[in-house]
């Protein structure tokens, strides 16, 4: 069973950037796909971006697409987000997410605490 945690969220002015890692251990980070998510005070955690096992397939929300990248070093266990151009609407914690599969999934079965990401205005 693969253990995630996340790192490298604070606080930022609108117009900034920020980038999140997300450590693996505990199991072959390359047999899991992987995910971001991020969930904002009274709403649903909402998909973010997720990632195939090997990183040739990406997806991202559309209210993300343009400003954020995910990325992976399976050599490293870790998976990044680069966030640019973020958004007072972009504050949230965000969630490192893995499954068993070697597609770009929506759904996952573990999670990382998560990383407070804070823009202000």
């Known amino acids: 069973q693969v253990q995630l945690v996340e790192s490298g969220g604070g606080l930022v002015r609108a117009g900034g950037s920020l980038r999140l890692s997300c450590v693996a251990s505990?199991?072959?980070?390359?047999?899991?796909?992987m995910g971001w998510f991020r969930e904002a005070p009274g709403e649903e955690r909402e998909f973010v971006s997720g990632?195939?096992?090997?990183?040739?397939?990406?997806v991202y929300a559309d209210s993300v697409k343009g400003r954020f990248t995910i990325s992976r070093v399976n050599a490293k266990n870790t998976l990044y987000l680069q966030m640019i151009n973020l958004k007072p609407e972009d504050t949230a914690v965000y969630y490192c997410?893995?499954?068993?599969?070697?597609?770009?999934?929506?759904?996952?079965?573990?999670w990382g605490l998560g990383t407070q990401v804070t823009v202000s205005s």
């Open positions: 997410a893995a499954k068993v599969s070697a597609f770009v999934e929506k759904e996952y079965d573990y």
């Open positions: 505990g199991d072959d980070f390359s047999r899991y796909a």
């Open positions: 990632i195939n096992w090997i990183g040739g397939k990406t």
